[in-house]
């Protein structure tokens, strides 16, 4: 089963680290991915740059709408994701728990699946 672990960090709070603390949050990140590329679990892992250099599309009556970032209605930004495929919910949820955003962050976990049931 796929599951996403989106990584959802409070609005700002990149802005409060030094680039030193950036750089060790990141390198923890990519080494919590390897470890999980080592099990066999991986299927993607992404970091996303900040909202404020987003911007947020929809198509209403054949015209697109473009808001661009930040998005001052939002808490909260996406700062990540890993797409893993385990064998169960409670795996899903250990994998959240170990990931090191856990600290500074929350994790959404998801199992994938289709948008109508």
Known sequence: MSYLLTILEPRGQRGERTLEQGQQFYQRMVDFGAGLQQRGVLIAAEALRSE???????????????????????????????????????????????????EWATIEVRQTGTCYE
């Open 52 to 102: 404020s250099e987003g911007f947020r599309l929809a198509v209403r009556d054949g015209e697109r709408r473009i808001v661009d970032g930040p998005f001052t209605e939002a808490r909260e930004m996406i700062g990540g994701f890993f797409l893993v495929d385990v064998a169960s919910r409670d795996e899903a949820l250990a994998i959240a728990a170990a990931c090191p955003a856990a």
